[in-house]
């Protein structure tokens, strides 16, 4: 079946500021934070909840846990249109984020990603492969200032 392309991303951080990052299996080199497609019939909120859970072991409902009332649209990457429809090339991506009150040791999936690290916010920006998610976290640095 092809992705839906609509996606959620998250921001998970701790209250000292370190923000966690996945390293994907895929590409070694890629970065970023939580992301995933919704799956039919799923609001992007439960998308994010479920995804967290998939890619961190957390649960959501555990935390503070907010949207961040922002989108993005993006052209899918080569690499990955073979996941969409033919005459898909834009996907929506729906923004949140979730408050840890310190770093949590995080289970990865294996099938998505190799590693994590909590890092600071400015090495996070620095970090993340995708443009979206760079400034998801520039506009996430000014929430801090």
């Known amino acids: 079946?092809?992705?839906?392309?609509?996606s959620i991303q998250v921001i998970i951080f701790c209250d000292d500021k370190n923000i966690l990052l996945l390293q994907?299996?895929?590409?070694?080199?890629?970065?970023?934070?939580?992301t995933g497609s919704i799956e039919k019939d799923e609001s992007p909120?439960?998308?994010?909840?479920?995804?967290?859970?998939?890619?961190t072991g957390l649960i959501v409902?555990?935390?503070?846990?907010?949207?961040?009332?922002?989108?993005n649209q993006y052209q899918i990457y080569p690499e990955w249109k073979h996941r969409y429809d033919?005459?898909?090339?834009?996907?929506?991506?729906?923004?949140?984020a979730l408050q840890l009150p310190k770093k949590e040791h995080i289970i990865i999936n294996p099938q998505e990603h190799v590693e994590y690290i909590w890092t600071d916010l400015e090495d996070a920006i620095k970090?993340?492969?995708?443009?979206?998610?760079?400034?998801?976290?520039?506009?996430?640095?000014?929430?801090?200032?």
């Not at 994907?24 to 934070?33: H, T």
């Not at 995708?130 to 640095?141: D, E, G, M, V």
Request: net charge positive; glycine share 2%.
């Open 127 to 145: 970090k993340v492969f995708s443009w979206t998610n760079r400034n998801a976290l520039i506009n996430f640095k000014k929430f801090y200032e």
């Open 1 to 6: 079946m092809k992705k839906i392309p609509i």
């Open 61 to 71: 409902n555990d935390y503070n846990f907010y949207s961040l009332n922002q989108r």
């Open 24 to 34: 994907r299996k895929d590409n070694p080199n890629y970065w970023q934070s939580v």
């Open 45 to 55: 909120k439960e998308c994010a909840g479920r995804e967290v859970f998939e890619e």
């Open 86 to 96: 033919e005459n898909v090339s834009t996907n929506i991506e729906h923004l949140f």
